[in-house]
DNA sequence: GAGAATTTTGAAATCGATTGCAATTTTTTC
DNA sequence: GAAAAAATTGCAATCGATTTCAAAATTCTC
C-alpha cells in the first residue's frame, strides 16, 4: 500500500538518499535530478511516514495537549489558541480528553511521553494534583510542560495563572460598594481554580466584617436552578450571588426570574468567566473576566520559547477584571 | 534522555527481544525473568517510543479528527464522542482544526496521511468539496474515512449524515399549521448543511403556496441581532423566523425583545441543532433538534467497523424533529 | 542420568526514513 | 586535455522497537 522513498529511488533512477534530499530541499541537488525527483514524487502521491522521520530525527512534532473536558467552552477556547499557532509551525496538536479522576490524568501524561510529544500544555486547573505531578517529573522531567491556570514548581514547567482570588475579591467589593449587604456565593465542583475564587469571596466578606453564605451545585444547568431556588427560600434577604461558573448564573438568573424576582432590582448576579454565552443571556450577564485569552496567548508564547529552549521556565500571573452588564 | 529497550535489557542481563516480550505481555517467558524485567521498568520509568512501534507494526494507533472548528460546540461534542470512545481502545486523537478554506481542509488530509493515522472522521458539513475528496482518494484511498454530516461515494467512505431539508420543511409546516402566515429564513455562512437546510425551507414555502423571504446573517452574535433588526424593519408583516443556527435565534431573539415585540405573541422563533445554550436561554428556544448525539454514536460505530473491516462502508441517515419550547 | 520433549532466550532482519563520509561525476583552470 | 577543485550522488549506519528462527536451557521420561 505505502510508497516509500526506496520506491520513488528506483522509479526515478537514483539513490533513497537523493530522494531524501529533495523531499528536505537539502542543497546540493543537481536541478534536472531535483525536478525529476519532484515530479515522480508528486504522480504517485508520495507521502513522508512521519513515524520513520521523527524516529531518526527523534522528534515528533507533535505538541500534546491535555484538556480535563473538551466539551467545556472555557477549555477548548484555550486548545484552539495553542493548536492554531503550532500547525502553522508544522506541529501537530495531540488533543486529548484527560477526564475526571487524577490518576487518569496521570496516565495520559505517560501517553503523551510514549508519543515523545515536543511539549505539553495542561488546560484547566484540574491538573494541578500529586498524581499529575510524579508523572511528569517521571515520564517527562525534560519535556516543556506548559500549565495553564495551574502551576508546578518544577524546572520544565513554565505556568500562567489568573488571579481569581483577586477577581471574585473585587466583584465582591464592587456589590458591597452599590450597597448590597447580603451577598451569597454559589461555588461548583471542588477544582483547585473554584477553590481560589471562594477564598476571594471569603477574604472579602471577611475584609468588609460581613458574614459568608455559601452554597454548592454541580457543574449543570438544571442543579443551578435549583440550587439557586434553595437558596433563596432559604436566605430571602440575600440580594446579590457571586456564581462560580458564568453557565450557573445564567440558569440560576431563570430561576429567580421564575420566583417573581427583579434582576438586578431584588438582586444582582455576577458570574465568573466572561463566556461567550454571558453576553447573550437575558438579561445580559455582569460577569467576572478570567482573561481567557490573555491566559492562552501567553500559553502559546511560553510554549514557543520553551521549545527553542529547554532552560526556558517562566511563571505568569493575569488580573481579572470586573465587566459589568445588565445584572448588576 | 530517552531510555530505549536495549537500556532495560542490559540492566536486566537479557536481551532486548525478551524486554520486548514482556512489555506486550507475550507468552513463554520465565516468570522469573518477566519479574524482573517488569521491576526495573517500572523503577526506570521506561516508556516505549510509540514511533518506533509504530514503524515496524505498521500502525500508528492514532484516529485523525478534521474539524473545520473546534471552538464550535456543534462539531467539538462530535470529536469528543468519538475521542472518548477510542481513546479506551488505546488509539490517540489527533484533533485539528482544519481551517476555513477548501485547500486548506485538503491539505490536512496530507497531514493526516503523514501520520499514517488508522481512520479519519470529518466533522461538519464543510467538508463536502471536491479538493477534499481529491485529497482522499490521492493519499488515503484506503484508510478508512467517516463523514460526519456530509458524504462521498467513496469505497474507503461511510457517512452519517442528518436529513436538514426533511427537518426545517418540519419546522416550517408547524409554524404554518399554528397560523402564521409570513414566516421568514434567516440562513447563515454558505456550507452544504446550510443549504440543505434553506432547500428545506424553500421547499415547504412553495408546498403551501407562501412567498419565502430570506435573510442572511454571519455566524455571530452582532451580525444576527443586526440582521433581525433589519429584517423586520424592512417586514413588519414577518409573524414567525426560523434561523439556520440556534445561536443567532438567541441573539435575533435579544433584538427582536428591544425592539418592544413579544415573542412568540408577535414573532414566533425556530432556531436549528439544539444546542446545549437553547434551553438556557430567555425565553427558551424552540429548535430543530439535528441528533447531533446520534449523528456522532452512528460514527463512532462506523468508525469501529470500519477500523476491523477496511471492506466496511455504509451511510445512515437521521431524522431531525422538532423540539418545541418556549418561542413557539 | 542419558536422551527426548519442551520451554526460554537471543541474534539478526525489518519497518521507512536521515545523514556522514566516501566515491563518482562534472566543471575549472592552466 | 590532464590535473585540481567543486558539485552530485550513493553506501551504509542509525533511530527504537518487533518478530522469526535457531540455539540454549530446562523439564520430562524411562
Redesign the pocket.
Known sequence: M?????DIAREA??????V??V??S?P????S??ERVERILRESNFS??EA??G????TSRMIGILVSDIRNQHHIEGAYMIEQHFMQKGFCSLILNAGESDESKASYIRILASRRVNAAVLVGSAFQNDSVRRAIEAYMPDTPVIFQNGEFSLPNVSSAVADEVHGTAEAFSYLFDSGRRHIAYMNSNDTPSNRKKLDGYLKAAAEHGMEALVAVSEDSPERSAEATAALIAAHPETDAIIYAIDLLAVSGSRAILDMGLRIPDDIALIGTDNSPFSMLSNPRLSTIDTKLRELSTACSEMLEKAIADPQYNEHVVVTPSLVLRETT
Not at 546540493?28 to 536541478?31: A, Q, Y
Open positions: 505505502g510508497l516509500t522513498i526506496y533512477g537514483v539513490s533513497a538518499s537523493t531524501s534530499r523531499i528536505n537539502r546540493g541537488i543537481r536541478k535530478t531535483r513522508v511516514s520513520a522521520r524516529l531518526v530525527n527523534q
